[in-house]
């Protein structure tokens, strides 16, 4: 069926176990989760319009109205009272309110209202009823068609299409060890806006939340939540959720994984059951950052949606009294040159009609009322000239008030009468021939209208582009029943005829998954395992979805077994435990046989070397494939050689493993060989040799007295001449460093910093601690109480530890000695005094002149403390002058004496 107009591709999706009305029963899905990219773009443009909104999550948004127009593509038409009653109750829903007041549920500041002017301009009830066959549709084949029949601007209105039934498939995919299940479809939202089966508040309230942006709760059905804001749903007050039904549950323990998460959720907590989002039993109520999302796609992807702001709403009717209008069809089906009937139903009064007919993409402007004016009477009796696509309008009104129309449309196509539909009955299958009980198949229910014969096309594209395709196949019954006997995508369509007149039917697309356990074995390493066996790693994946049963065989080989008829057959291990479809599992074989002749190892799923395969067919398992597929008594495995095999080759002088060690200098270091290189390693000789010191040891163990770089070889020789050579590279690590200086001398209560030449990333030991600012540092700042020895050693990275080192601090006490004196007589400063010295055992003070001639000298405590040098040489004062001191003697400390912290000066006599 062509396809009329576009839309945005179908996004998402919302299903019904039964169409009537059961909360509890509501399932839903995403057809198509976004991308990563998908994800960060939607983010991104999500944190930006954050920045721009000044308020923050809590605060009240601006309450948006939005209105709606219902398409009842249904016989039977609810009232407009009903529908009235159904936005209550979903206004209700969005805003936390009535039977949906929850204590975790938000106001949503969004109100929905039925939509009283059409886009002409008209009076309109907000509910446009278009019955035809499509109220019973398929989801995948039939959305365009649907929306094709009715549907209003979708930037001034919000469509809601009421359908009685829609074919689909929910939920249809493999997840851990279960395959699919598969539930039946209650409403989705598209591009256009949303569908659905009936009025329920949790069903519509589901769906215009996806229409505005939200996913379900779970979404991704992983509990993946390091970035709250790409995650699951992308709502960071929703904690993570995989779980796609239930009430209580708490299906993930990773609430406080996320940054901001851990702002929303400092402990683990239970899914949000309660959310329409959630896939639960008891839906009731929106979180905060839901709403922020859905303003946030308001305001990103339909800005002219809500009437809040426009001058004037579509709420409003045209019209003073009630007045509206609509119009049947005597055919769902015309065909030109055949008269069809389109007779009006008015309410209020109306005296006065037109009809226009149009083309589909004709938008009706107020400057140009009447192009396409085919009638002025009550009922339009139209016979289209062509095929084609149309808009059938009617506007109604009444002689007294021209200025207030009633109007009603709809979209007609126009072909040859005959109509091609059909919907399958299962949309995921995995089967394969030849084997007939893993043969799957579907059937295509056909409800075209009015055709005699029918041509059916199935057609194949391998999923392995290398492998060929399957040519077309075709079939003229009405429904088909078909098994499909080769894994890819399938395209179905159908072609309905009567006589000359042919309608191609929409394309159904189906992916055939191959069913068949499909096993590929890697071997990641050969050892050996004694004289005469090899120690083989190996993995095993199942890239089919049947289970690799207990017992299945792998076989390894000398040679490759495709090829050389000769390969000899080395082992054969039997699988432990299962493997299901999509794991892999790592498992250990010893081989026996001649090790030494062999240079590849070959292995082989599912083969005994009988070349009979497959030899075996392990048991059913329990994973049920689909709804409809048997399983057979016992699994089947790929049987090619295409990737069951794999191979390693084996250098028996090339077992060599080299390793670097770091050895503090002058340290032991004991060496295991079976710890460095294999714990199940032959018991053969073993012996060490050093380079710089030769011979080392013939035991398994080798103790290692380390005082320079050096290289040792270990060397293993089997019986039967296979060698491994591991080689230990031996590094010294010998930190060094230098001081700067040694010896410092400070006065006390004063300091100095310590400075180390060294490597900044040592650390550094001070001992004592005492008076250093930072006693593992490369420059502490002394000042110590006393005189102190400071030693320092520097530890690398290894752990090695340099030869300690020294440093003095001199400490020295206050003792001072004026530099300038004047013995005038005036008995201020007449006398030079030592001031400050205390706690001496000797003490021996000089002054003498320029010449050497010693002018004053004591050792006499008192005399130099109490009453000095009067400035006198042999009772005659001295003339003004320069004058050399020296000081010697020790504290009862044994420190030695200094002045002003030195031995000698110089002082200045002045009268
Ligand atoms: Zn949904």
Known sequence: MKILFSYILLVLLCIQVHAQVSIESMLCKVTKPLTSNQRIELASQFSAWQATKATSLNAPAEVKTIPL???????????VA??????????????????????GGADMEIIFDLARTAPDGGATTGINHIPTDYTNMDMDLEDTDLVNHSHWDQSKYLNIWLVNSIEGEALADYTGRSWWTRSGVGGYANGAGVVVTSLTTSLVAHEIGHYLGLFHTWEGRNCKNDDCLLDGDMVCDTPPDKSTGGCNDNSCHTDTLSNYSNNTFFIDTLDMSTNFMDYSSCPLDFSLGQKERMHFTLDSSYPTLSVT?????VLQSPCTDVRHINFYMDRQYPIPNEEVLFQSNTMGNTTNYRWFVTPSDFIWKETDPRVGLVSTLADLRYTFPNEGDFKVTVQAWDASDSTCLASFSRYVRVGCGVDARFYPDIRVIASKQPHALMTDSVRFTNRSYNATSYKWTISHQNFDSTNPSLP??????????????EPGEYEISLTAINGACEDQSNVFNLKVFDPTMEGSPYIEEVLCSSADTLLVLFSLSNNGYDTINVGTPVAFYDRDPRYVATANLMG????PGFIYGGESNLYSAVLAGDITAIDELFVSFNDTGTVDLPIQYPPDDRNQLSTQTIFPPSGYSELTYSNNVNSYKIDVSGFTQERDTIVCDGQVIGFDFEDMFDPSFC??????VSEHKGYLSSDLQLNYLANEDDLINVVYRSVSGMEILGIINVR????SFDLSDTVYRVRRGEGVTLKIEGDSSYQYNWTPEEGLSDPYGMSPFASPEQNTRYTVEAVDQYGCITLAKQVQVWVETTAHLPNLFTPNGDHSNDHLLIYGLESIIDVSFKIWTKNGVVVFASNDLVTLTKYGWDGKYRGKPLPSGVFFWGVSGTYEDGNPIYLNGVESGVIHLAR
């Open 69 to 79: 127009v219902f398409h009842v593509i249904s016989p039977s038409v609810p009232s």
């Open 732 to 735: 010294l690590g010998r930190p």
């Open 683 to 688: 018991s053969d000789t073993v012996f060490w």
């Open 572 to 575: 054969t291990y039997t699988l």
């Open 472 to 485: 077309d196949t075709t079939s003229d019954l009405k429904d088909l029943h078909f098994y499909f006997e």
């Open 309 to 313: 702001g426009r001058t004037t709403s």
């Open 82 to 103: 009903e529908v009235e009653e159904a936005i209550v109750q979903l206004n209700d829903a969005y805003s936390n309110k009535g039977q949906f007041e929850t204590n």
